[in-house]
């Protein structure tokens, strides 16, 4: 299997580029520094780093061809890069900010990540799959609260329409041979997007490695008919003993 993870250089697209590659997949895994992702993707079997803006269009062009080239193809694309609250209110948990104090420049620089960015790769990667006939893509979400939750625009509504994309990308998808899922932790989870301040007693963040069991499942033989799921990870034992009956 040749995965590609946009924004794997940390936190849940690390995770899963760790275990996808612990697993015996080929992955490609995306950061905006080159350098960065390279020495990142050293440290993992196999891996190679590629320089990646998603929100610049000729970036991402040259960046899935670099991919394609080196891999030899793309079987599965793990929509991950993104930028949380952090960017436009560091103290986002402790002091929400209305929508209407949110700067402009810091709202566009987060949806046209974590949305026109998955847009954007998602874009140039189908094609090359209709052409080879089957492909999977997983577009990382997060949960439902925290798309409505008090002083979370951008952040909230980005993820929401990323969730709104994945749909419609798999509707138009289906009977294609390429597969669409959404794939979220299901709780706070310990990236570099949450403040040290969000560690307070009585709460618990969930590890990013959580990610590593349904996404090394969705590279799977096993999950090759799976469409337009939405897979929440912490359930994700629960999910699979469902599915099987």
């Known amino acids: 299997m040749k995965v590609m993870v946009t924004g794997g250089t940390s936190g849940l697209g690390l995770a899963m580029a760790s275990a996808l590659a612990s697993a015996g997949a080929t992955v490609a895994l995306t950061g905006r520094s080159g ?3 390279s020495s990142v993707a050293a440290e993992l079997p196999g891996a190679v780093g590629i320089e990646l803006d998603v929100r610049d269009e000729s970036s991402v062009a040259r960046a899935v061809d670099q991919v394609w080239s080196r891999l030899g193809g793309i079987d599965m694309l793990v929509n991950n890069a993104g930028i949380g609250m952090r960017t436009v209110n560091p103290r986002f948990l402790t002091h929400p900010q209305g929508f209407w104090e949110v700067p402009v420049d810091g709202f566009r620089a987060v949806v046209e990540t974590n949305l026109t960015g998955y847009f954007l790769v998602a874009r140039e990667v189908v094609p090359r799959m209709l ?3 089957a492909g999977r893509i997983i577009n990382i979400s997060t949960s439902d609260p925290t798309m ?3 002083g979370f625009v951008p952040y909230g509504p980005s993820r929401a329409g990323s969730e709104a994309l994945s749909r419609v990308m798999a509707a138009d998808l289906r009977g294609t041979g390429i597969t669409v899922n959404l794939l979220l932790p299901g709780g706070l989870t310990d990236t570099g997007m949450v403040p ?5 007693e009585g709460r618990t963040l969930l590890e990013s490695a959580v990610m590593g069991p349904p996404i090394v499942w969705l590279a799977s033989d096993d999950a090759a008919g799976v469409h337009d799921e939405r897979i929440v990870a912490v359930e994700f034992e629960q999910w699979l003993r469902d599915r099987k009956g």
């Open 35 to 37: 350098g960065r992702a």
């Open 131 to 133: 052409e080879a006939g």
């Open 148 to 150: 409505r939750r008090v």
């Open 196 to 200: 040290p301040e969000a560690v307070t």
